[in-house]
C-alpha cells in the first residue's frame, strides 16, 4: 500500500493549501497518472488536475512529484515509491495554482509568444517546398520535441527569482527557429534574445535538462543559440562579452582572471556600469577578497593554448 | 452574450486550419476544452499522404484508388477525388508555414511506406507527424493572433438552431463554471473522435463525442458510426499506439510460434495491408490460440532494423516502449494487440465541409464539420493511415472557407439568450441534484468493457443485441450516479460526467448502426455475415434521433471512378 501525499488547493473552501493523504495499492506497471485517475474515480471525484493522451505527447499532466517535475503519464508510480512508502504530488512551480494541482499556464504561453515562435522569411515563396537537407533538420530535430509540458519552466532556478526571464521553455521555442535553416530573421532573433531576461541570463543549473520529458532538453538549446549569437556577431552585451572575456582569459592564462571578467563583462566604455561595480569591489576589499591583483598563469598554459587552436581549426 | 462571426469548436488540426482561413476576413473564436497543442491531432505519429513522388513516381489517380480500395469502395468518389487532388499543395502550404518534414539527401520531404498504399506517399516528421503539424498551425496562429480568440479549457455542450439554421453555440469555461451563449453567424465542428466509449483505445482521455453529439441532439444524423477503426499496433493492455511506420519503415508482425503470420492473410502486402485486415488477422491469431505464450497479445519485432534505423525514424515509440513496459524494441520485441483508433463515422458533409442532413442534400445552413468528427466520407469504411492528418488539413481549410464565405452573406439571426442558457443551467443543475449511489467510474468502465466485448474487431447479432441491451441499462444507471464535488471552480468531474453521458447514447448509436448492417465491410466485420454484400448495403447510413429512440435510413454512395470490386492485398 503506498500513500499518496497530494497538496490540496481550492480557494473556494480554503485560502490556504493544505496535504491529503491518500492510500493506494498501485497495480503492476501503473504510471502517476493512471494512480492519479485511480484516486479521483475511487476516492475523491474533487481532485482536480489536466490530462488528455496518456502517452507523453499532449503534454498536459505535469505535475510534481517528490519535489521535482514529472510528466505523470510517463513515469511509472512505482519508481517514484519513497522508502517511507509515500509519493509526495504538488504543482508545477513557478506559476500560481487554480485548484489542486491545476496551474495558471498564462505566464508560460506569455512568453513562448515573446520570441515570435513562427517562421519568418525573406525569399519568395517557392511553388514547391522550401528544401532543407537532413543536417540541417537535425540542428531542429530535438527542440521540435517540445510539448510544452512546462516541466522546465517550474523547476527553473531563475524564474524562482526573476520574473523577466524568458525561461526555458521559451528559449527552446526560439531556438527552433534560430537553428532552421529555412528563417531568415536569424541575426533579428539572436540580437533580442540576448538582451535582458535572454538566453544569458540562465544560470546553467542545468536543472531544466533534467525534467524536460523529451529531448527538447532546453539549456542544450539555449547554449546553441548563444553559440549563434556570438558567431553573428551580437557581443553588444553583458553575458556575450562575459562569455568571451572568460574564453580569453582561459586561451591567454589557463585560468580565470577575475578582476578582469567583470570589467568587460560590462564594457570599458560603459561608465554607469563600472561604476555600479565599485561598491561590490569596496566590500570584497574589505572582507580580503579580492583576486591577486597580478594573473599569473598555470604552468601548463601552452596545452590550454593547443587545445583553443585545435577547436579554432 | 458573447458575439464571433465564426465559431470554431476544437482546436487540433481541422480546427486551426479552418480558423486560419477565416481569419483572412472575419472575426474567429476558437473554443476547445483543452489547449490547442493539447489536442489529439498531436498524437499522430506516422504520416500525412500526398503524392508527391518525391521517392517514387506517384500520381493522385493511384491515391484515390488506393484509399477507395482501402475503404472497401464506401467512399464517396468525388469527394475523394478532390481530397487527393488538393494534398500535395496543402503539404506544400503546411512546409511554407514552418512545419518541419524529415527530408531526403537532396533536401526534399522525405516519403514512407504505409499500409494500403501502393507508393511511398507518406511525409511525415520522424514518428511525431501530428505533433509537427499541430505546432506548426498553432505557431500560425500566434503570428495572426489579432482576428481569432482562442477559449482555452471551455466546454461546449450544445448548438443553437433555428429550423435548419444554426445560430451559435452553447459554451461554459470550464475553470469558472460559467456558461456563456456564442452567437455567430457560422459555427464550424471540430471536435475529433471518440474512441474512449472501448476499453483498448489509442484515443485521448478528451476524446468523447462531445461534438457529433451535441449535432445529434439538434436532429443531425450520425453517418456510418458503425465504421470504427481498430489499429493493430495498440500497446498491450493501454492500448496507446504504436505508429504504423513501425511496420513501415519494416517491422515484423509475429504470433506466438514466431511465424510472420499476415503471409496467411495478405500475402502480397504483409504487414503493410490496411488497418481493418491486419487487426482482424491478430485477432484472429489471438483468438485461435497463437497469441504469445497463450495471451492476447502478439508481438511487433522492430529488432532487424537496427539502432541507427530506429533512432533516426522511429525514436518516440522506442521511448514509449521504455517508458510504459520497460521493453527497449532495439533490444526485444514489443506487445502489441488491436485498439480502437479512429472513427470513420461523424457529422455527414459535403465535400466543402458544409454539414448535410438527408440523402437528398438538406443543409444545416451556417454548420460546418472537418475532421474526424465528420464524415465526407472520404474514408468509407476504412481509413488508411497517414490519410487522417490529410483530411483534417484538406477539410479544415475547406470547412473555413465555406463557413467564411456562407457568413459573409448572412447577419446573425436571433437567439433567444435565456432559453438557451437555461437548458444548460439545468443540465448542470440535474447532476448537481441526483442522490444516486452509483459510481460513475464504474459505469464508464462497464460501458468500456461492453463495447470491446460485444461491439470491436469481431461483431454478430447475437453479441450487438446484448450490446445494445447492455449499453440502454447504464444509460439508465448513469441517471442514479453519484457526484462529489459540486463546486464550480474548475470542475472536472462534471465534465467528466457531462462525456460520460454522451459517450453512452454514442455507444448505443455505433451498435444500433452495426446490427443493422448485415455485411462485412472494412472496418465493420460480422462474423455471421462474413461478406461484403454490394446488392444490400453498399450504401451509407444515417443515425437519426427518434424521441428516446434511434431511427436508421440510408443514402447512397457516390461512384464516379471506380466500381466496386473484389478487395485483395
Known amino acids: 500500500m503506498a500513500t499518496f501525499k497530494i497538496k490540496r488547493y481550492n480557494p473556494e473552501k480554503q485560502a490556504e493549501p493544505y496535504f491529503e493523504d491518500f492510500d493506494l495499492d498501485i497495480p503492476a506497471g501503473s504510471t502517476l497518472l493512471d494512480c492519479i485517475n485511480l484516486i479521483k474515480w475511487t476516492q475523491d471525484g474533487s481532485l482536480t488536475y489536466r490530462m488528455s493522451c496518456r502517452s507523453a505527447i499532449c503534454g498536459s499532466c505535469a505535475v510534481k512529484a517528490n519535489g521535482h517535475a514529472v510528466l505523470a503519464c510517463q513515469k511509472q508510480a512505482a519508481s517514484l515509491l519513497k522508502k517511507d512508502g509515500t509519493i509526495q504530488i504538488e504543482p508545477l512551480g513557478n506559476m500560481k495554482p487554480i485548484k489542486d494541482l491545476a496551474v495558471d499556464f498564462t505566464p508560460f504561453w506569455d512568453k513562448i509568444n515573446k520570441v515570435k515562435p513562427y517562421l519568418q522569411t525573406h525569399d519568395n515563396v517557392p511553388e514547391k517546398e522550401r528544401k532543407q537537407s537532413p543536417e540541417q533538420f537535425k540542428l531542429i530535430d530535438d527542440s521540435s520535441t517540445c510539448i510544452m509540458c512546462g516541466a522546465c519552466y517550474s523547476d527553473c532556478n531563475v524564474l524562482e527569482v526573476d520574473d523577466n526571464f524568458l525561461g526555458p521553455a521559451a528559449l527552446a521555442k526560439a531556438q527552433r527557429f534560430v537553428g532552421d535553416s529555412r528563417d531568415g530573421k536569424t541575426l533579428e532573433r539572436v540580437t533580442e534574445l540576448s538582451e535582458p531576461g535572454g538566453i544569458w541570463d540562465c544560470t546553467h543549473c542545468g536543472e531544466c535538462v533534467e525534467r524536460c520529458p523529451k529531448p527538447a532538453e532546453p539549456f542544450y538549446r539555449i547554449k546553441e543559440i548563444m553559440a549563434v549569437a556570438l558567431e553573428q556577431g551580437v557581443h553588444n552585451n553583458n553575458g556575450a562579452r562575459h562569455a568571451l572575456s572568460f574564453a580569453k582569459s582561459i586561451k591567454h592564462s589557463g585560468r580565470l582572471n577575475e578582476n578582469q571578467i567583470p570589467v568587460e563583462s560590462v564594457g570599458y566604455f560603459n561608465i554607469k556600469g563600472l561604476i555600479e561595480l565599485i561598491p561590490i569591489g569596496l566590500r570584497m576589499l574589505l572582507k580580503r577578497k579580492i583576486p591577486p591583483i597580478i594573473h599569473k598563469s598555470i604552468d601548463d598554459v601552452q596545452d590550454v593554448k593547443r587545445i583553443f587552436k585545435e577547436l579554432d581549426q | ?569
Request: charged share 25%; aromatic share 8%.
Open chain 2, 1 to 569: 452574450m458573447i458575439k464571433h462571426d465564426v465559431v470554431i469548436i476544437g482546436a487540433g488540426l481541422a480546427g486551426m486550419r479552418a480558423a486560419l482561413e477565416v481569419s483572412k476576413e472575419l472575426d474567429v473564436a476558437l473554443l476547445t476544452k483543452v489547449y490547442p497543442s493539447r489536442s489529439h491531432s498531436g498524437a499522430a505519429q506516422g504520416g500525412i499522404a500526398a503524392a508527391l513522388g518525391n521517392s517514387e513516381p506517384d500520381s493522385w489517380e493511384e491515391h484515390m484508388y488506393d484509399t477507395v480500395k482501402g475503404g472497401d469502395f464506401l467512399n464517396d468518389q468525388d469527394a475523394v477525388e478532390e481530397y487527393v487532388k488538393s494534398a500535395p499543395r496543402i503539404i506544400y502550404e503546411l512546409e511554407h508555414m514552418g512545419c518541419i518534414f524529415s527530408r531526403t539527401p537532396e533536401g526534399k520531404i522525405a516519403q514512407r511506406s504505409f499500409g494500403g498504399h501502393s507508393k511511398p506517399r507518406a511525409c511525415f516528421s520522424a514518428d511525431r507527424t501530428g505533433h509537427a503539424i499541430l505546432h506548426a498551425l498553432h505557431e500560425q496562429l500566434m503570428k495572426k493572433s489579432e482576428n481569432v480568440k482562442i477559449y482555452n479549457e471551455w466546454y461546449m455542450h450544445s448548438l443553437i438552431t433555428e429550423g435548419n439554421r444554426c445560430n451559435g453555440v452553447v459554451v461554459s469555461d470550464i475553470r469558472t463554471g460559467a456558461v456563456e451563449v456564442m452567437q455567430a453567424r457560422a459555427v464550424i465542428f471540430c471536435t475529433g473522435g471518440y474512441g474512449r466509449v472501448f476499453k483498448i483505445t489509442t484515443n485521448a482521455f478528451a476524446s468523447t463525442a462531445d461534438g457529433v453529439m451535441a449535432a445529434f441532439n439538434a436532429g443531425v444524423p450520425m453517418e456510418d458510426p458503425e465504421f470504427v477503426q481498430f489499429h493493430p499496433s495498440g500497446l498491450y493492455r493501454q492500448g496507446i499506439l504504436f505508429s504504423e511506420a513501425a511496420r513501415g519503415e519494416g517491422g515484423y508482425l509475429l504470433n506466438g510460434k514466431g511465424e510472420r503470420f499476415m503471409e496467411k492473410y495478405a500475402p502480397s502486402r504483409m504487414e503493410l495491408a490496411p488497418r481493418d485486415i491486419v487487426a482482424r488477422a491478430e485477432q484472429s491469431e489471438i483468438d485461435e490460440g497463437r497469441g504469445v505464450d497463450g495471451k492476447d497479445y502478439i508481438h511487433l519485432d522492430l529488432r532487424h532494423l537496427g539502432e541507427a534505423r530506429i533512432m533516426e525514424r522511429l525514436p518516440q515509440i522506442r521511448q514509449l516502449g521504455i517508458d510504459f513496459i520497460s521493453v527497449d524494441c532495439v533490444k526485444d520485441p514489443l506487445p502489441i494487440q488491436p485498439t480502437a483508433h479512429y472513427s470513420m463515422g461523424g457529422i455527414p458533409t459535403d465535400k466543402f465541409g458544409q454539414v448535410v442532413l438527408d440523402d437528398k442534400g438538406t443543409k444545416m445552413e451556417g454548420f460546418f464539420a472537418a475532421g474526424e468528427c465528420a464524415c465526407v466520407s472520404v474514408h468509407g469504411a476504412n481509413r488508411l493511415g497517414t490519410n487522417s492528418l490529410l483530411d483534417a488539413t484538406v477539410f479544415g481549410q475547406r470547412s473555413g472557407k465555406s463557413a467564411l464565405e456562407y457568413a459573409r452573406t448572412v447577419d446573425f439571426a436571433k437567439v433567444n439568450e435565456g432559453r438557451e442558457k437555461t437548458r444548460v443551467l439545468k443540465l448542470f443543475e440535474d447532476i448537481f441534484q441526483r442522490k444516486g449511489t452509483e459510481s460513475y467510474n464504474e459505469i464508464r468502465d462497464a460501458m468500456k468493457e461492453e463495447m470491446m466485448k460485444n461491439c470491436g474487431v469481431f461483431r454478430d447479432e447475437g453479441k450487438l443485441k446484448i450490446c445494445v441491451d447492455n449499453i440502454k441499462k447504464l444509460q439508465t444507471r448513469f441517471k442514479n450516479g453519484k457526484v462529489t464535488d459540486k463546486g464550480k471552480l474548475f470542475n472536472t468531474e462534471i465534465y467528466e460526467i457531462i462525456e460520460l453521458g454522451n459517450m453512452l447514447k454514442m455507444a448505443e448509436i455505433i451498435a444500433v448502426g452495426a446490427l443493422a448492417r448485415n455485411e462485412s465491410r472494412g472496418g465493420h466485420h460480422r462474423t455471421d455475415y462474413p461478406k461484403r454484400d454490394d446488392d444490400h448495403f453498399l450504401k451509407h447510413t444515417l443515425v437519426y434521433p427518434s424521441g428516446e429512440d434511434l431511427e436508421i435510413k440510408y443514402k447512397p454512395v457516390v461512384i464516379t471512378k471506380h466500381q466496386p470490386a473484389e478487395r485483395t492485398y
